[in-house]
């Protein structure tokens, strides 16, 4: 027995042929393709087809136009993704889907956008091991390491955490600030320089019950559903797909687990990307709600930390977090230093 799509799936027919006319080109095509494995710059897409920039922000800007494809600024650059809100978007992501993984183009597509990846995590994994021994001092940039810490120890709150997860663990600070209230935690993180200045503090602190592996935020070496709460701590902005980081991060979480993301607020500080290996400059409190929820998880609290005195050469922290609804009898900590979502 056939079923029709919902009210909410069907298109009228002006938006229909336009979708339609806007994909059936081999280069278009191409770039939802691409698209659907996430978000890229024009850069990226460039590199990866090989073809100028003004050809292919051309065909962007059709796909823009055609309400398949969404343009995120940041700086001075610009992030392109799937429509997340048009009425075809499901059909969209259905039709993609069906493609041929082996046709030729579309797996040399593929492989050059794992190059272009692997390339800008080396990028980020050079700065890491660069910066390992003054990392905290790094994040000088913006407000003080101790006000952060202490909204994080507010957001968690005091009653007993059993499992946790740090991920991109960095130098380990997370897992010590946190051992007192965990029976049990893990850091991960892909670079092996962080993670041997991570043991050697946590060592130094007389830290027992935490550990740490090498593994890579985008499929780490945990089980499924095994913490009560994740930490996702100045991270996300070196990332190519931070949503993808935050639906691993919602995998790992038990029925009422909690999801803490610490990271920067919009900024225009461009300098960053070089010296600092950004990817990102900044999240929205849209941008971070939308995919919490993609992830299955509801925002419960959000909060932001300014530099003092306004300095502009700062930046602004923010914290999001989140609850898996799975468990929602559960009283949520209390936290003076974050607001209601």
């Known amino acids: 027995m056939s079923s029709s799509p919902s009210p909410a799936l069907r298109l009228g027919l002006d938006v229909a042929l336009s979708a339609l006319k806007a994909a059936a080109e081999p280069t278009r095509l191409r770039l939802l393709a691409l698209l659907a494995e996430g978000e890229l710059t024009v850069?990226?897409?460039?590199?990866?087809?090989?073809?100028?920039?003004?050809?292919?922000?051309?065909?962007?800007?059709?796909?823009?136009?055609?309400?398949?494809?969404?343009?995120?600024?940041?700086?001075?650059?610009?992030?392109?993704?799937?429509?997340?809100?048009?009425?075809?978007?499901?059909?969209?992501?259905?039709?993609?889907?069906?493609?041929?993984?082996?046709?030729?183009?579309?797996?040399?597509?593929?492989?050059?956008?794992?190059?272009?990846?692997?390339?800008?995590?080396?990028?980020a994994a050079r700065y890491f091991s660069a910066n390992a021994e003054r990392w905290d001092g790094v994040r000088g940039l913006h407000v003080s390491e101790a006000a952060v810490e202490r909204a994080i120890l507010a957001a968690v709150g005091d009653a007993r955490i059993e499992t946790a997860l740090d991920l991109g663990t960095g130098t380990g600070r997370m897992l010590e600030l946190l051992s007192p209230r965990v029976g049990r935690a893990i850091g991960v993180d892909a670079n092996r320089d962080m993670l041997a200045l991570a043991r050697a503090n946590l060592a130094r602190a007389g830290v027992t019950n935490t550990q740490v592996r090498q593994g890579d935020i985008f499929a780490p070496p945990v089980e499924t559903g095994a913490f009560d709460l994740v930490v996702v701590h100045q991270v996300?902005?070196?990332?190519?797909?931070?949503?993808?980081?935050?639906?691993?991060?919602?995998?790992?979480?038990?029925?009422?687990?909690?999801?803490?993301?610490?990271?920067?607020?919009?900024?225009?500080?461009?300098?960053?990307?070089?010296?600092?290996?950004?990817?990102?400059?900044?999240?929205?409190?849209?941008?971070?709600?939308?995919?919490?929820?993609?992830?299955?998880?509801?925002?419960?609290?959000?909060?932001?930390?300014?530099?003092?005195?306004?300095?502009?050469?700062?930046?602004?922290?923010?914290?999001?977090?989140?609850?898996?609804?799975?468990?929602?009898?559960?009283?949520?900590?209390?936290?003076?230093?974050?607001?209601v979502a």
């Open 236 to 339: 996300l902005h070196f990332l190519d797909d931070p949503a993808r980081a935050v639906r691993e991060a919602a995998r790992a979480l038990r029925p009422g687990g909690r999801l803490l993301i610490v990271d920067f607020a919009p900024h225009g500080i461009e300098e960053l990307r070089e010296r600092h290996a950004h990817r990102r400059l900044g999240f929205s409190s849209e941008a971070m709600a939308g995919w919490l929820a993609a992830s299955g998880l509801d925002l419960v609290a959000h909060s932001n930390l300014p530099p003092p005195d306004g300095d502009g050469d700062k930046l602004t922290v923010s914290l999001w977090l989140a609850r898996d609804p799975r468990i929602v009898s559960d009283a949520l900590p209390s936290s003076s230093n974050l607001e």
């Open 43 to 123: 850069s990226d897409m460039t590199d990866i087809l090989g073809q100028s920039q003004p050809r292919i922000s051309r065909h962007l800007k059709l796909l823009v136009e055609a309400g398949l494809v969404e343009r995120h600024r940041e700086g001075a650059w610009a992030f392109f993704r799937l429509s997340d809100g048009a009425g075809h978007d499901a059909s969209l992501r259905a039709a993609l889907a069906r493609l041929d993984p082996a046709d030729p183009a579309l797996r040399r597509d593929r492989d050059r956008l794992a190059e272009v990846r692997a390339a800008h995590q080396q990028a």
